[in-house]
């Protein structure tokens, strides 16, 4: 189910393969990218987006300028993939992933004794990361599907689904894993402004698999919670730190209505999106352009003079979670960020 891998590297061609999201759902493409720099192109545009895909692309990134590096020692090829690896963490700094997947695979490199020893320790974490990403989905499906009624309508935000990982999703991993297991399950999808990840993704992947699947504005949700017409919310996350959880903006608005009518609300996401030691208001939450809201989708939308804000993500203090569903279980408040980041060395060891 879903639209099968999201992102893959092409170890023939040494190129990474994505679909290109910025596309759906008009039309259905697949591309490649063959530098760093055109990588990061791909990532700052949400060609490739969502935190679990950007840590596998951080990943396969750093394991493809390790491997198409001219530099002429391990010294000097070290020194040039550390600064790529920098720069491609700088392209989008609120998803805690991308920097976890360029670590990874850094960390691996920095063992290596010679060149090809970096270029396949590169290669062989980078695909690591993207096979721990799929299991971990299912993981994630596996416990969530639980908590959902057997007959039930999800309001969902944004696209947290297999578009959003290399496959399966996190919260629609979770409405994929329910219905598998014969749940019957509605979704509706909040378009997300002005990006329209809910409108555009979330839809469209559910569509491929044939799941009930409604869009509304962002502000029709608080009506429909109030009319008993949601059951449940389940999000993604970008980033959780010890205080809230960093989603696409919106989140925050769901979280605070579905407290108000007493609607369980659920944040799906791997340990790789856990920041223990992160705070809030340290955490750099991304700015996007003017033109995502006062031209788009192609006209002008706003009078030139008048400013617009245009912050990526939101934040929803823990107190408004209900439950926070990883692939090591199904956590609830008070929340031990810490004691639950530190389940992921056991996960993944060995
Ligand atoms: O700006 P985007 O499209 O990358 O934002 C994505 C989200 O906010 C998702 O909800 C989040 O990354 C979780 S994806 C499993």
Redesign the pocket.
């Known amino acids: 189910m879903g639209p099968g891998k999201t992102l893959w590297y092409d170890e023939q061609d040494e190129r990474i393969g994505y679909i290109d999201?910025t596309l759906l759902p008009e039309s259905f493409q697949t591309a490649y990218c063959s530098t760093i720099q055109e990588l990061g192109n791909a990532i700052t545009t949400?060609a490739i987006?969502?935190?679990?895909?950007?840590g596998v692309a951080g990943s396969f990134g750093v394991a493809l300028c390790t491997r198409t590096s001219r530099a002429t020692s391990l010294a000097l090829l070290l020194e040039e993939v550390k600064g790529h690896a920098e720069w491609l963490r700088s392209t989008?700094p609120t998803?805690v992933?991308l920097s976890w997947g360029i670590d990874r695979v850094l960390r691996a490199v920095v063992t290596a004794q010679t060149r090809s020893e970096a270029e396949s320790k590169a290669l062989a974490e980078a695909l690591q990361v993207a096979r721990e990403d799929a299991m971990t989905c299912h993981q994630i499906g596996e416990h969530g599907a639980a908590l959902l009624p057997d007959d039930c309508t999800v309001l969902t935000?944004?696209?947290?689904?297999a578009l959003?990982?290399s496959e399966w999703?996190?919260?629609?991993g979770v409405v994929r894993s329910a219905v598998a297991g014969g749940k019957i399950v509605r979704v509706i999808a909040s378009e997300?402004r002005p990006?329209f990840?809910g409108a555009r993704?979330t839809s469209w992947e559910l569509l491929q698999d044939g799941i009930g699947v409604t869009v509304i504005t962002d502000s029709t949700a608080a009506s429909l919670m109030r009319k008993g017409e949601i059951d449940c919310v389940v999000?993604?996350?970008?980033r959780i730190t010890h205080d809230a959880v960093?989603?696409?903006i919106g989140?925050y608005t769901h979280a605070i209505c579905a407290r108000h009518h007493a609607i369980p609300f659920y944040v799906?996401?791997p340990l790789s999106?856990f920041d223990p030691s992160g705070n809030e208001r340290d955490v750099i939450v991304?700015e996007r352009n003017r033109a995502e809201i006062a031209g788009y989708p192609g006209r002008l939308t706003v009078p030139d003079t008048v400013p617009v804000r245009n912050p990526?993500?939101d934040t929803t203090p823990l107190d408004l979670v209900s439950s926070i569903i990883t692939e090591c279980g199904v956590y609830s408040a008070p929340y031990d960020i810490a004691g639950i980041a530190g389940k992921h060395t056991k996960t993944f060891t060995g």
């Open positions: 999201e949400l987006r969502g935190a679990p895909a950007l989008r998803a992933n935000h944004c696209n947290a689904g959003a990982c999703g996190t919260a629609l997300t990006l990840q993704l999000v993604g996350a970008d960093f989603n696409k989140t799906a996401a999106t991304e990526a993500f």
